[in-house]
């Protein structure tokens, strides 16, 4: 299972989302929470789970909301002089 990480999805944003991981307790914890929910929905799929699941739709749905919210505090962050 490959995990893909925020950085690799969003490489400009790369060096704004490892600042807020260190700066931002908050934005740390919303970052791990959005990892370990992939890996979670990446392991429901390779062991085929169907996708009209409500269970697994409620978790991408999830995951969607917070890979936004992630992305826009790193947008932010990036926009913002040092």
Do not use: W
């Not at 490489?11 to 990892?35: E, F, G």
């Not at 370990?36 to 085929?48: H, P, Q, Y």
């Not at 409620?58 to 040092?82: F, I, N, V």
């Amino acid at each position: 299972m490959t995990m893909r990480t925020l950085e690799t999805e969003f490489p400009d944003l790369a060096d704004s989302i490892r600042h807020l991981v260190q700066d931002s307790i908050q934005y740390k914890s919303a970052h791990d929470d959005y990892h370990k929910l992939d890996k979670t929905i990446r392991g429901l799929e390779e062991r085929g789970v169907a996708t009209d699941d409500h269970h697994f739709r409620a978790l991408k749905t999830k995951r969607a909301r917070l890979k936004d919210q992630l992305y826009q505090q790193a947008q932010q962050a990036k926009e913002q002089p040092h």
